[in-house]
């Protein structure tokens, strides 16, 4: 089974953190974040993943340092998860339409961590929520799981619709790239790893 587990201690957060990889589209989540609650039970349904999240952080201070923790311990459950990567796709891209916005994200599990990011929000605020903080979890997510990360909105006028597509986007990219192809054998690189 493609699963790992972590627990992240620090000053500002407490998080343990479970993911399966083949999972069904379950989650547990508990982040003290409603709109981050949010985005990773949608990424977890359309992935088809299983995760789980216990997270308590300072978000008296503000949601910056939970929503950058959760992102660290997701992208290296990711990585941890993958193992050797043997017989994976490792390429995954994704078009999602969310009303009046259309999303892209294009991963690559190539062991070399990198975040294009093609977005702007309309709103600074969803919610409570800084709509800043998702380039600030996709960067922790990609630098952590050592993967290529591209993301661009095409168009869209909602803020949440944005984010949301984003979010779909990021899910159906991951569960392509770490697909299982039979055809594969070993690693995809010419270089004998990733």
């Known amino acids: 089974m493609r699963q ?14 479970d993911f ?7 989650s ?31 978000i008296e201070v503000d949601d ?11 992208g290296t459950a990711l990585k941890d998860a993958l193992g050797d990567k043997k017989g994976i ?5 994704a078009f999602v339409p969310m009303d009046e916005t259309l999303a892209q994200v294009v991963v690559d599990l190539s062991n070399r961590p990198h975040l294009e990011f093609r977005a702007e ?4 605020k969803v919610g409570t929520f800084d709509t800043e903080l998702v380039h600030e979890f996709l960067w922790k997510l990609a630098l952590e799981a050592r993967m290529n990360l591209h993301v ?19 899910a159906r990219a991951l569960d392509e790239a770490t697909t299982i192809d039979e055809r594969v054998k070993g690693v995809p ?6």
């Open 189 to 194: 690189s010419t270089k004998g790893m990733l």
């Open 89 to 93: 796709k490792r390429y995954g891209s």
């Open 28 to 58: 547990e989540l508990e982040t003290g974040v409603p709109f981050l609650t949010h985005m990773l039970d949608l990424f977890t349904k359309h992935g088809h993943f299983n995760l789980t999240v216990d997270a308590k952080g300072d």
């Open 4 to 17: 790992a587990r972590l627990e992240r201690h620090t000053g500002e957060t407490n998080i343990v953190l």
């Open 20 to 26: 399966t990889i083949d999972g069904e589209g379950v």
């Open 121 to 124: 929000f309309p709103s600074q």
């Open 64 to 74: 910056h340092h939970t929503t950058e923790d959760i992102g660290i311990c997701l």
């Open 152 to 170: 661009i909105v095409h168009y869209g006028q909602n803020t949440h619709h944005i984010i949301e597509a984003i979010f779909k986007a990021l």
